[in-house]
């Protein structure tokens, strides 16, 4: 069952009114005016009760969403705002409240309603009172007339004259105000709770609301409200720039484009000009923090920098790669994680696992070190390299604020290369504080020396050898992440970390740079933590772990002491107590649950360089494109290799959900490999797609394959996984599961659906019929397994959800993977084929657009159709899923290490 805040819908009049009842914490209107509006038509996935009878309620309003979604395709922003579906429940699509007319302060809302039946008019109707009634306690307005335009301004939508007239809806509005006067309920702004379902939409709604940019604190306390919002109500889109090597990311729980960046450099220019001593702060993330620790960590202290007179700025970069390698060391050699696991350490075990880390890491941790470095490139598509220009233009024409610098172990990396980028542009950063630094001393005396200022203030926050070496890497190390970079992941063996104090205090040129500002007072420049007792208190930490300094009450209160000046420490607000101790940096718990590109990265770095290209070259650069080494020899054979293709496409199934665009995907695939000299076999037939169809004609195209030839298979159309109650399966992708493609006549029920899929089992089997000596590339355009629907998607999903068998045991392998792989190492090593994903095990399949197609081979088609350029397997993966963002999927390459870099033979044409 999805999460309520997967769906953010309302499903019931208490819930609506609960919800509306308080955002009014979010809002930034004084009033408001509801558009309402007839929703997307239906014709194309049928109606509200067809789709029920199908797929329930949930399924059904799954389905209306992702129309709406669909029909804007990539522009949330001409979403309506609210959607009233036929049942009475009430969908929030995107955020409401904001004032778009300033001068009155008043929310423009539009509400859609859903094409329904007019049996539904009265529910609907009822729906749309309690929604107009809530909008008007949410920004704190009186409840008179509904919040309608003038009826000068438009004639009710002939669309829903056959439901609902305005007279209707004014009616049931006037009705429900007199029974709340009859109940005495005049304060609808205590209601607290309605269940779960409000509690998390509030959650997400606090992520993406407006009023946490300050100019609301300022006007909220002008108003006299007296208190600060809570620090969910900050809107993280105005504090945060997500980034996937360097350059803006459309991926995750909050992308940001070029206008966000501009909307973050605006609303810094107005909540800083707003007070004078206000200040901006740009902040990173340690090197092994997953996106989504990241953004929690900036929703749960914005609010703290905010109330010190300090605009936030949050730096989220793809960062988590390393920790696969420290997940496979630990695996292999076990431990218990914590320090009770402490008999199992010492020095000998630590140099086996420096060995290991430095053979299978060392070359992700330098992809991950150049990710970071590239958010600073030159060209605009990188992160910040586009905010210090936005900076620049927002604070044109005036004095531009203080900007400091504060950045967790790996984040420094990130941030010494901003610091020439905001001299370039005539940013003037005040300080520069890193808490344990991962950064080379090499990287830190150029940058530093490069930078020159005697002003910046410089400071590194660092633990005590000691402590640096009671601390442990969870259940794989016996030291800090520090001593592990130092001796594992970097190239040479004890190179110099500027957060190691033995490093750091023996590289006179380091601390001479550092202490220029302080006239040589080394006290000022490195803290050393834990502090002893008397430490004056902006110079005191308390932190005894690696992960820990940015949650520590005691260095967070000294960060913002060097950042506000002595004048100002009576007046700093304390770090937030609930937040003390916790690990939200390098050392927290490693998981498995990595996306696929990072796996991807893994076997990049690992595999050996060709030598036009340069090891795991990031996307969207030359490198990105780079040509891989030649084709192997051709084998001697008298016969003239052949390229040869097989496409399938299924819109119709026999008693499932029907599809749009798998046909017009198999006819794009076929245009493109006939314009590369293949002779191509299509399958788009409902009697040419059966079950025994398929492997039949997949048995005879892999049959037919011969010494040096090429064969394309590409599939589009539905997929399932099959999940196991008896039997478990450690499956490189996923735990527990098969995964299976559908053939045109699955029909309903357990039998009737196992009966016409194809697991990942028969098509391994069918493809080691093929010739040692040939190249197989398989293309899948459909959903491995289903979990997690992603309702805010714009499209239709190719998946038929979850099979769920009682005695079935699963195999030990993702789709088409050998099964003898794991004894050999990875789960694809030796694999005979090339295999590339439309998404992710855990994702589903996208079709959508104008005309239906998949997102997938919309990409695929978008990037051939380019100049030629040489690419190679792998750097063919990266480009497709820049091709697709916000799309929600993430394509992969499943394949033996020695093919990633083989030249894509499709491409160069």
Avoid at 689 to 717: E, N
Avoid at 739 to 767: F, K, R, V
Wanted: negative net charge; proline residues 6%.
């Amino acid at each position: 069952m999805p999460q309520p805040d997967e769906y953010r819908i309302l499903r019931s009049l208490p819930e609506i009114e609960a919800f509306f009842a308080r955002i009014n914490a979010y809002t930034t209107a004084d009033d408001v005016l509801a558009q309402i509006e007839p929703g997307q038509p239906l014709d194309r996935i049928g109606g509200f009760a067809e789709l029920a009878r199908k797929l329930d309620g949930e399924g059904a309003a799954a389905e209306i969403i992702a129309e709406q979604k669909r029909a804007v395709f990539g522009r949330d922003d001409e979403l309506p705002h609210l959607l009233v579906l036929p049942s009475g429940w009430v969908a929030v699509l995107r955020y409401l409240g904001g004032r778009d007319d300033a001068d009155r302060g008043v929310a423009r809302v539009r509400v859609a309603i859903c094409p329904a039946d007019p049996a539904d008019g009265d529910t609907i109707r009822d729906s749309l009172a309690r929604v107009l009634l809530g909008l008007q306690d949410g920004v704190g307005a009186p409840a008179g007339q509904p919040p309608l335009p003038g009826r000068h301004e438009g004639d009710w939508p002939d669309e829903l004259t056959s439901l609902f007239d305005r007279d209707a809806v004014e009616a049931a509005y006037a009705d429900l105000l007199a029974s709340r006067v009859a109940a005495k309920d005049q304060a609808p702004h205590q209601v607290r709770r309605a269940g779960d379902v409000v509690d998390d939409l509030l959650r997400w709604f606090g992520t993406i609301s407006k009023p946490g940019s300050a100019t609301e604190l300022d006007r909220r306390q002008a108003r006299g409200d007296g208190t600060r919002p809570p620090a969910q109500a900050v809107d993280l889109k105005l504090h945060v720039i997500n980034m996937r090597f360097g350059q803006l990311s459309a991926r995750g729980p909050l992308h940001t484009s070029a206008s966000d960046v501009k909307a973050i450099a605006e609303a810094a220019k107005l909540w800083i000009g707003a007070r004078a001593g206000r200040r901006l702060a740009i902040y990173a993330h340690g090197g092994l923090v997953a996106e989504a620790q990241a953004l929690a960590h900036a929703r749960q202290t914005a609010q703290w920098w905010l109330d010190n007179d300090v605009y936030p700025v949050f730096c989220i970069w793809e960062s988590d790669a390393a920790t696969t390698i420290l997940q496979l060391i630990r695996e292999l050699l076990g431990g218990d994680g914590g320090r009770d696991g402490r008999q199992w350490w010492g020095e000998a075990r630590d140099a086996a696992i420096e060995r290991l880390v430095h053979a299978t890491g060392q070359p992700v941790w330098d992809v991950m070190k150049r990710s970071a470095m590239m958010c600073s490139a030159d060209g605009l598509q990188h992160g910040l390299t586009l905010l210090a220009r936005r900076l620049k233009g927002a604070f044109a024409g005036s004095a531009a604020p203080p900007i400091d610098l504060i950045g967790h172990s790996a984040g420094a990396i990130v941030l010494l290369p901003f610091l020439g980028r905001l001299k370039d542009e005539g940013l003037v950063p005040a300080s520069f504080q890193m808490l344990a630094p991962a950064a080379t001393n090499s990287l830190y005396r150029d940058y530093l020396a490069a930078y020159g200022s005697k002003k910046l203030k410089i400071r590194i926050y660092a633990m005590q050898d000691t402590a640096e070496r009671a601390d442990t890497v969870a259940g794989v190390y016996g030291k800090s992440l520090l001593y592990l970079v130092s001796r594992g992941f970097e190239d040479h063996f004890g190179e110099p970390i500027s957060g190691l104090q033995k490093d750091l205090l023996a590289d006179r040129q380091l601390i001479a740079l550092m202490c220029r500002w302080c006239d040589g007072e080394t006290r000022k420049a490195m803290v050393f933590s834990p502090t002893p007792e008397g430490t004056p208190r902006r110079l005191a930490s308390g932190a005894v772990m690696h992960g820990g300094f940015d949650t520590d009450q005691q260095t967070m209160w000294s960060v913002m002491a060097l950042i506000r000046g002595e004048a100002d420490e009576g007046r700093i607000t304390p770090f937030p107590a609930d937040l003390a101790g916790q690990r939200s940096g390098g050392a927290d718990p490693l998981r498995l649950d990595l996306p696929e590109e990072v796996r991807l990265y893994l076997n990049l770095a690992a595999t050996p360089t060709p030598a036009a290209a340069p090891v795991a070259a990031m996307p969207n650069t030359p490198t990105g494109t780079a040509t891989g080494p030649a084709s192997p020899a051709a084998p001697a054979s008298a016969r003239q290799p052949a390229r040869r293709a097989l496409t399938i496409g299924i819109n119709d199934y026999a008693q499932m959900a029907r599809l749009a665009g798998c046909v017009r995907d198999s006819d794009t695939w076929r245009d493109l490999l006939h314009a590369r000299g293949f002779d191509v076999t299509q399958l788009a037939q409902p009697e040419l797609t059966g079950r025994d169809q398929i492997i039949a004609a997949l048995r005879d195209f892999v049959a037919q394959s011969g010494a040096g030839d090429t064969l394309v298979w590409h599939f589009s159309g539905h997929g399932m996984k099959i999940e196991t109650i008896l039997g478990t399966e450690d499956d490189f992708e996923t735990t527990g599961f098969d995964q299976a493609i559908i053939a045109s006549n699955a029909s309903e029920g357990l039998t009737g659906q196992l009966a016409h899929t194809i697991i990942d089992d028969d098509i391994h089997a069918i493809l080691q019929g093929l010739h040692p000596q040939a190249d197989c590339y398989v293309f899948l355009d459909s959903c491995f397994s289903g979990t997690a629907t992603k309702l805010d998607l714009p499209g239709t999903p190719r998946s038929m959800g979850v099979l769920r068998l009682g005695n079935r045991v699963a195999r030990n392998r993702p789709l088409t993977a050998p099964m003898e792989a794991a004894s050999r190492g990875g789960p694809y090593d030796g694999a005979n084929h090339v295999l590339f994903s439309a998404a992710a095990a855990t994702q589903k399949a996208i079709e959508n657009g104008d005309p239906v197609q998949g997102v997938f081979t919309r990409a695929v088609s978008q990037l051939l159709a380019q100049p030629a350029t040489a690419l190679t397997n792998a750097s063919f993966c990266l480009r497709i899923n820049d091709l697709m963002p916000g799309s929600g999927q993430t394509s992969g390459v499943f394949c033996d290490p020695s093919r990633l870099n083989r030249p894509f033979p499709l491409a160069g044409v």
